[in-house]
């Protein structure tokens, strides 16, 4: 059986501070659950590598970080 899931990316350019960084990341989620339900793959593509409890945290949200 093959499932289908919506994909929700988000694009930031330039130096993720704390704030930045953790906007970004709820902003994403926020966005994926309200259009694309609790099963969305969602996606923040970056490049600049965010702190490592960024990382963390996205890990924790099931948010994959794409760093270019």
Same mark, same amino acid.
């Given at each position: 059986?093959?499932?289908?899931?919506?994909?929700?990316?988000?694009? /930031?350019?330039?130096?993720?501070?704390?704030? !930045?960084?953790?906007? @970004?990341?709820?902003? %994403?989620?926020?966005?994926? /659950?309200?259009?694309?339900?609790?099963?969305? !793959?969602?996606?923040? @593509?970056?490049?600049? %590598?965010?702190?490592?409890?960024?990382?963390?945290?996205?890990?924790?949200?099931?948010?994959?970080?794409?760093?270019?």
């Amino acid at each position: 059986e093959m499932c289908i899931r919506d994909s929700f990316i988000s694009c /930031k350019c330039g130096n993720l501070n704390a704030n !930045k960084a953790m906007q @970004a990341l709820y902003e %994403l989620s926020t966005v994926a /659950k309200r259009f694309g339900g609790k099963y969305s !793959k969602m996606t923040l @593509a970056t490049c600049m %590598l965010p702190r490592p409890t960024d990382i963390e945290r996205a890990t924790q949200m099931n948010i994959e970080i794409c760093c270019t």
